[in-house]
């Protein structure tokens, strides 16, 4: 048992730690450390520590709190501004001496912080939070008005449970309701709240230009960058486009030419080889570049946007800092077709070592192909490893790699191999995307996580762009679950429903229902209507529906009758009388040693025994004042000086 006002404040405390869970990765540090104060203090409110705040005082500072946020406004960042001066807000009011209003306040500041995350993210867990906070704000409207009727009520198990059933029933039958509204509210097919989404911390672990010899440890990030619903296709073409990355210079790569007219397609090129269409779930990435298989041919996007094809790069007008779809087409080869006006752009070097050139031209075939494939080799294992730790510092990492520590990561096993081609004379460019996916059968699409980042080379050979993977990684690592942590392997099952809830939650769109309402009128135009088969049909439904009736309605007396014999049971047991299998109420009432209490029992028997198996009906009602009658009696024997023991007569 409880007191009213005490359940108050545990559930307020809950309210809003689930309100600052769901915000918590928005949070400014200096408030995440002011909320888990408030939470403490709170805390040791409800044990008798009054740490309360004047009211005067959390007014002043409330009012410094929205000039602060004020000052610091930004059209770019205003959700996350809002967000956090909610928060502060909502802790001030925490440590005031609470009452009736507050307690309502604090209450719809949580509804309003979670409506500024709806803004900020709209993953599946946000529903899990959304529905976590309207159980108990619900519950807090429910017990806030108890508090008005008697601030003194004690609350005990069983009616905080009844009161908690009807609460959590409307909650169940709200979610088929508000998903029959998810599905026919008419919506625009343009993000009209798009521009408060701008989330500039986006992580990725994809990167539109290499810097060697700047990190030595590179940590990987098992997020998943995006999803893409398309049929399985082998491993080998699973080539993520992105970037393409021209210029060496300063111990890395850049990309200057994109759209230069430098290059011209060739036509001819997707003869005989295969085309796949395919749609892309991209999740927040803060950089321009739209995700594509290799050879991207077509793509199709909401916003605005430019392919070029001569690079295989698309490329939008903004960042993408909001979940988005498209659709694609590309061809399944390792080859671009192309004619090169400027060889000279992709055979610039600067600042590489004798010891790098001596190397090059040590590595130099009788054909173009033949020096690509000896500098393939040249990288091969065990001379060279694939690693992400212990990555060459120097002020000339490329020749640190190639000639002392022999390991690194992806950028350079491709840095090598395009430098060393570029000194021989083969024109190269590097390509930044993402290796390799996780492919799940039963939903049918891959998901590549921010760990599959990967840069390869194309060289230009015979007229064309040529793939070349020199980074000596199994590609298992890429790929194949079975090579998955346990941990893994559950991100990826919750991925599995993330990508349910973008698809048919986050991408439903006014097409989608619109199709939707035309199949349901198209479906319903075709029922023809049968008299005899739906009177078959009725009396189908109707015999075993009356039957259920009937089975519940019984189980549902039987119920009555074997909860009033235990609370009789329980009057006997508190008199000192067992009643034994088989033993009638009556006979056991005959052993009761109060003349008054067993008189009221046996008023209570000849009752429930008309009710059972008289004329008279064990109605509901009749079940409920039996039930309290016999609640009194065991009320009275408790609180009065009756001993208990058997009737000597």
């Given amino acids: 048992m409880m007191t009213i006002i005490n359940l108050i404040k545990i559930n307020t ?22 909320i888990s104060g408030v939470i403490i203090a709170n805390f040791l409110e409800i044990k008798g ?7 005067f005082l959390a007014n002043f500072l409330g009012v410094i709190v929205l000039f602060a946020a ?17 928060i502060v807000l909502m802790g001030l009011k ?33 529903l899990v939070y959304l529905f976590a906070e309207v159980l108990l704000i619900v ?69 539109d230009s ?85 050879v991207p041919v077509d793509i199709t996007y909401s916003d605005d946007f430019s392919f070029d094809k001569k690079r295989g790069e698309v490329i939008t007008e903004e960042p993408v800092k909001t979940k988005i779809s498209y659709t694609a087409v590309s061809r399944l080869s390792q080859q671009i077709n192309a004619h090169l006006a400027r060889k000279e752009i992709y055979l610039q070097t600067s600042g590489i070592s004798s010891e790098v050139k001596k190397i090059a031209s040590r590595l130099k075939g009788d054909t173009d192909a033949g020096t690509a494939d000896n500098i393939i080799n040249y990288l091969k294992p065990p001379d ?11 002020k000339e990492p490329l020749k640190h790699f190639l000639t002392v520590t022999k390991m690194g990561n992806c950028e350079y096993f491709a840095s090598a191999m395009g430098v060393l081609l570029r000194l021989n004379g083969i024109p190269s460019r590097l390509v930044g995307g993402f290796r390799g996916g996780y492919y799940d059968e039963g939903a049918g699409y891959y998901s590549v996580l921010y760990s599959n980042a990967h840069v390869w080379v194309e060289a230009y050979i015979d007229g064309a762009w040529r793939t070349y993977d020199p980074t000596p990684a199994d590609f298992s690592r890429f790929s194949d679950k079975n090579k998955l942590s346990s941990l893994k392997e559950i991100k990826l099952f919750f991925d599995k429903l993330n990508y349910y809830w973008t698809v048919f939650v986050i991408n439903y769109d006014f097409a989608k229902q619109m199709e939707g309402l035309k199949n349901a009128a198209e479906a319903a135009e075709n029922i023809k209507f049968d008299l005899k088969l739906f009177g078959k049909g009725v009396f189908a ?16 007396r039987e119920k009555r009758t074997e909860k009033i014999l235990k609370k009789f049971d329980e009057v006997f047991l508190k008199l000192g009388v067992s009643r034994t299998a088989g033993e009638g109420l009556i006979q056991a009432v005959n052993n009761v040693g109060n003349k008054e209490i067993g008189e009221e029992l046996k008023k209570l028997a000849y009752e429930y025994y008309s009710a059972v198996y008289g004329d008279k009906e064990f109605n509901r009602e009749k079940y409920r004042t039996l039930k309290k009658r016999l609640k009194d009696v065991s009320r009275y024997i408790k609180h009065s000086s009756v001993k208990s023991g058997k009737n000597k007569q």
């Avoid at 004020?70 to 909610?86: K, P, Q, R, Y």
């Avoid at 925490?94 to 709806?118: C, H, N, P, T, W």
């Fill in 49 to 55: 520590y009054n740490l309360y705040l004047p009211r």
């Fill in 70 to 86: 004020f000052i610091n406004f930004s059209i770019e960042n205003m959700n996350v501004i809002f967000i956090n001066a909610l």
């Fill in 13 to 34: 405390i809950l309210v809003s730690i689930i309100c600052f869970a769901a915000v918590a990765e928005y949070m400014n540090p200096f408030v995440l450390v002011f």
């Fill in 384 to 394: 060279f490893k694939y690693s992400l730790q212990n990555l060459p510092l120097s």
């Fill in 139 to 207: 519950l807090q409207m429910v017990l806030l008005t108890v508090m008005v009727e008697d601030n003194t009520f004690i609350m005990d198990k069983p009616f905080f449970v009844s009161i908690l059933k009807p609460i959590t029933l409307i909650m169940v039958i709200s979610i088929p309701a508000a998903a029959f509204l998810f599905l026919i509210l008419p919506r625009t097919d343009y993000p009209m709240l798009s521009f408060l989404n701008n989330r500039q911390n986006a992580s990725t672990g994809f990167t």
């Fill in 210 to 294: 290499i810097k060697l010899g700047t990190v030595n440890f590179i940590q990987n990030n098992d997020k998943t960058a995006f999803r893409v619903k398309m049929k399985k296709i082998d491993d080998k073409f699973l080539y993520w486009r992105g970037v393409v990355l021209d210029t060496y210079r300063n111990n890395g790569w850049e990309s200057n030419y994109g759209g230069s007219g430098t290059e011209h397609n060739i036509k001819h090129e997707s003869q005989n080889k295969k085309i796949i269409k395919y749609r892309v779930f991209m999740e927040p990435t803060a950089n321009e570049y739209l995700y594509t298989l290799n």
């Fill in 94 to 126: 925490l440590m005031e001496r609470k009452q009736y209003r507050d307690y309502m306040q604090i209450s719809l500041m949580a509804v309003f912080i979670l409506a500024g995350l709806s803004l900020l993210n709209l993953s599946m867990v946000f």
């Fill in 541 to 556: 439904l109707i015999i075993p529906f009356i039957l259920l009736l009937i089975f519940v309605f019984k189980k549902k």
